[in-house]
């Protein structure tokens, strides 16, 4: 911790910058190359070409930046300003090929926004009209956005060593997802691969359709949430292929090393998860007061309630956004209910949004101590503990951080939907569905958003799926201003 405060205290070194994303341009064009060959199977070849060139500049950058002469270390910093122009490059890119299903520059970055980050909002009025090709890319940046091309990276292409945990600890993956190696990022990645192919041969065979299988489990399995349907999930299948793409974003919003360690220590690792219980626990307390708000407020017979009110808890609990039912249509209470779980949000360590259920069961924690404390005496000594395991300070620190810092940016964003006459509660959901990364709309977001607000809501994704913290770097003027190692 005090090497990577006086790591700070440098300004980021351009060569070591450039060298290294020249690094992820390499494994952004692999990644390139099948929605390229998708596009040119399907006959669309006026998007091919536009991939062809968008593979023309990753390439060329992939080739040149890495020769650059910089020393190999990487600072915490330049790292994190890594990872957060990684994720403002591949949507400005990828927006390019987009364009080419006759969408606006402005509605292709976001939807590409939308995408990269695996949230799902889309301003577009209709999707069943567009080709398979540009539905089939929306879910393949959702998928590899579900971990990020900086993980890719460290599996497939970054040697072992100091640069991989600079990496990893961008991200706030360092003690979940990573764990700072190439060999613990290969295992998840592996893991992830696992259990979208398991996803997509379930939902094939359910369905019957490989083509719709695909275009489901990729957001399922990223929490993304783009369908190619207009009525989202409403509009594929039936019960079990609904069942089975929430089952799927559920798997998706824990930790993926859990999957790992259940696999080496046996499936009983489920049951001691603290993160897996909490995550359960509030799916079902949402679905059940979703389930009281349709039957209460909006009249809805049993055998519907019973139906849509867990789908919609679940969907909004792990931030995947598939939806069974217009959200507009529904109350304000029903509404706030599903605010509350997108608040909420996944497990860390997992391709979930929303402040997590780790901080949360951190918060509440605190908040209990806080209680306990008026009823001891006052020199009575009490270690913050979770599950057995004492919290560090620094943990939990971390943990109000970052509550404090998504509440301010809803908060923020929240205020200009407002002033523009938009209705307090469906900005609200907008704005917290955005920023948790999950893709349900109020209605609020189309084609006839004013551009300002799209830019609002594109800004709200980018700093949900960074949590915030590498783009407050990036701000932060000795980033860019002072001395600057040699080494």
């Known amino acids: 911790m005090v090497r990577q405060a006086i790591e700070l205290s440098y300004a980021v070194r351009f060569r070591v910058v ?51 002469r910089a020393p190999r270390h990487l600072q915490a910093n330049e790292a994190m300003v890594l990872v957060a122009l990684i994720f403002l490059f591949t949507p400005l890119v990828m927006s390019y090929p987009m364009m080419g299903s006759d969408l606006s520059f402005v509605d292709a970055l976001f939807e590409a926004i939308s995408a990269g980050t695996t949230t799902g909002l889309s301003t577009l009025s209709s999707v069943e009209d567009q080709p398979f090709a540009f539905l089939f890319a929306r879910a393949w ?21 100091l640069v991989a945990k600079r990496l990893a600890i961008t991200e706030n993956y360092e003690d979940d997802l990573v764990g700072g190696t190439r060999a613990h990022a290969h295992r998840i990645l592996m893991v992830y691969g696992s259990l979208t192919g398991l996803g997509v041969v379930l939902l094939w065979l359910l369905c019957g359709n490989l083509r719709q299988a695909v275009l ?72 059940l007061l979703m389930a009281l708000c349709l039957r209460t407020a909006s009249a809805m017979p049993w ?45 860390i360590g997992s391709t979930a949004g929303g402040i997590k259920i780790f901080r949360l069961l951190v918060l509440l924690r605190l908040v209990h101590l806080t209680v306990l404390r008026t009823c001891l005496p006052r020199h009575a000594v009490i270690d913050p503990r979770l599950g057995g395991r004492r919290l560090r300070e620094a943990e939990i620190q971390e943990a109000l951080f970052i509550i404090l810092l998504f509440f301010m940016v809803v908060a923020v964003s929240w205020f200009p939907f407002v002033v523009m006459g938009y209705a307090p509660l469906d900005s609200l959901f907008e704005v917290v569905s955005a ?27 980018l700093l949900g799926r960074l949590e915030i913290v590498a783009w407050l770097i990036i701000i932060f003027p000795r980033t860019w201003i002072g001395r600057r190692r040699e080494i």
Do not use: N
């Not at 690094?23 to 006026?46: H, K």
């Open 18 to 68: 450039l060298r290294y994303f020249g690094q992820l341009c390499r494994v952004l064009s692999a990644l390139t190359l099948v929605p390229l060959g998708v596009s040119l199977l399907t006959g669309e070849t006026s998007i091919a070409l536009r991939y062809l060139l968008v593979l023309a500049v990753l390439g060329l950058a992939g080739y040149a930046l890495p020769r650059l």
């Open 141 to 161: 940046m959702q998928w590899y956005g579900g971990l990020g091309i900086v993980v890719f990276s460290l599996a497939v292409l970054t040697q072992p060593g």
């Open 216 to 287: 489901y489990t990729f957001p399922a399995v990223s929490t993304g949430g783009f369908a190619p349907h207009d009525r989202s999930l409403a509009g594929f299948g039936g019960m079990a292929e609904q069942w089975l793409v929430t089952l799927l974003g559920l798997g998706g919003a824990l930790s993926l090393v859990l999957y790992h360690q259940a696999l080496r220590k046996g499936w009983r690792t489920f049951l001691q998860d603290l993160q897996l219980r909490g995550l359960l626990a509030a799916g079902l307390a949402a679905t």
């Open 303 to 347: 055998s519907e309630v019973v139906r849509h009110a867990p789908l919609l808890a679940l969907s909004a609990q792990t931030t995947t956004g598939f939806s069974t039912l217009d959200i507009s249509h529904l109350g304000a209470a029903s509404k706030v209910v599903l605010i509350l779980s997108m608040l909420i949000g996944g497990g």
């Open 435 to 461: 920023t948790g990364t999950v893709g349900l709309s109020a209605g609020v977001t189309g084609p006839d958003l004013p551009t300002p607000l799209k830019g609002v809501l594109c800004v709200d994704m």
